[in-house]
């Protein structure tokens, strides 16, 4: 029979850390407790035992202002596989003359070469409320999280709120989730592209606000994507103090950078949307983590390379994106855990259970539980190592935290049962990972 004992480690769940084994047996957790003489056993006294990380925010092979994102299927989940994220959640390619189940169809189709397991949000660009037939069509092909953008009007992304509205009265009765873009177009400042005065935080609190309300009137669960600023997450705190069903998520970089970042003398490759804030926005979100605010810490991961940023003509016309899946957990454990600011449990409940519960995942996937998939994180917190653009797997040569130092080092990643990664050596395959259906058990 295949089975594997991973033996000694420090358990950690949202509830806390515990020392035990784990049996793993074809694929999933079949029991926690001490093993009697296994047949395989993976010794992992002195390390940390985190579920596979989620990260619910992902764009790969993205079409963006006349380019794509660096990373396709293969490269971004191998990437992710060596960083510890064992599932990861794109987007469908939304536009207005494709139905939702051909997008879903489409994007399944082309995330073949995945090398982790996958799921999705659809994409609700130039959907209009005559399709509502179409969101219980995505639901029974194992899509409920619909994806939405209060911005981007310029590209036709952008969802009116009466569209938005009645989208999430039937999402509402779907049992599904809104996850929403949030920032109000009216407060940006045309022609400044990406930066702080383009994208003022107001034009994020004012979105939120808006949100908040439609989420409370309705009753539509709401996932509020990468917040950004003290700003936002105000109006998103309020929203719940008045019991709008309201999820937020924030990303690495608003937590690691801030805005003096884009004064470096290559500032322009730190483009990303919402920009980066002030520092004390940073500190806003630190705290809010360690309040467990947050459902999720995700990294919007869209990167490209410095030729691509280079090549834009004028700041409107930058591509918006960083680099995160590889670094989601590390840069987590690292600037968090180590540095005192958010405890080992909160890490596996942003990483694992807060997104798998958000997205329907759970609890197959997120949590360190018999009848889970044996996804795993082994953490080595002793080691550590500095950050190169060169020296990891995501398909850019660039890195927001070059030369950055990290404490831990992760040293071994299971997906079902299987080692993607151990002692330092990739060894995921393109085209292993499984679409991951909402519900799945
Ligand atoms: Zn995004």
């Known amino acids: ?94 536009a207005p003359d494709k139905s939702l189940p051909q997008a879903i169809e489409e994007r399944i189709a082309q995330a073949a070469p995945a090398a982790v397991d996958f799921s999705l949000h659809a994409e609700m660009i130039g959907w209009t409320p005559d399709r509502a037939g179409e969101l219980a069509q995505a639901a029974e092909l194992g899509v409920r999280s619909f994806k939405f953008y209060l911005a981007y009007a310029d590209s036709g992304r952008r969802t009116p709120l009466g569209v938005l509205k009645a989208a999430m009265e039937g999402i509402a009765r ?54 950004s600023s003290a700003g936002g997450l105000g109006a998103y705190l309020a929203g719940r103090d008045r019991g709008a069903p309201l999820w937020g998520e924030t990303c690495p970089h608003y937590l690691l950078l801030d805005e003096t970042a884009y004064s470096r003398p290559h500032g322009r490759y730190f483009s990303v949307t ?49 680099p995160g899946v590889e670094t989601l957990l590390p840069l987590l454990y690292s600037e968090g855990v180590a540095k005192g600011r958010l405890s080992l449990a909160a890490l596996a409940w942003y990483l694992g259970e807060g997104p798998a519960r958000a997205f329907g995942l759970w609890p197959r996937k997120g949590g360190i539980q018999p009848g889970a998939d044996a996804d795993l994180v082994l953490l080595d917190p002793k080691g550590s190592w500095t950050i190169t653009a060169e020296g990891l797997h995501m398909a850019t040569d660039f890195s927001p935290y070059e030369a950055l130092q990290v404490q831990g080092r992760i040293v071994g990643v299971l997906s079902r049962g299987e080692w993607l990664a151990r002692e330092g050596e990739l060894l995921a395959r393109p085209g292993r990972g499984e679409f991951v259906p909402w519900g799945a058990s």
Do not use: N
């Open 1 to 94: 029979m295949d089975e594997l004992v991973i033996a000694g480690a420090k358990l950690v769940t949202p509830q806390g850390v515990r020392e035990t084994d784990v049996l793993i047996r074809e694929g999933r957790i079949a029991r926690l407790g001490r093993a009697h003489r296994p047949r395989a056993a993976f010794s992992a006294q002195g390390l940390i035992l985190l579920p596979g990380a989620i990260d619910a925010h992902v764009h790969l092979a993205l079409p963006v202002a006349g380019t794509r994102s660096a990373d396709d299927f293969a490269t971004g989940t191998l990437a992710a596989a060596a960083g510890g994220v064992t599932t990861l959640i794109d987007f469908t390619l939304g």
């Open 274 to 322: 919402p920009p980066l804030r002030r520092p004390a926005d940073r500190a806003a979100l630190w705290a809010a983590l360690a309040r467990r605010e947050l459902q999720a810490v995700s990294t919007d991961h869209c990167p490209f390379t410095r030729a691509q940023k280079d090549a834009a003509e004028s700041p409107e016309k930058l591509p918006s994106g960083l």
């Open 174 to 227: 779907l049992g599904g989730v809104a996850m929403v873009h949030a920032e109000a177009e009216e407060l940006m400042v045309p022609g400044k592209g990406p930066t702080p005065e383009g994208r003022p935080a107001v034009a994020e609190e004012v979105a939120i606000a808006e949100l908040a309300i439609l989420a409370l009137r309705t009753g539509c669960r709401t996932y509020v994507a990468h917040i």
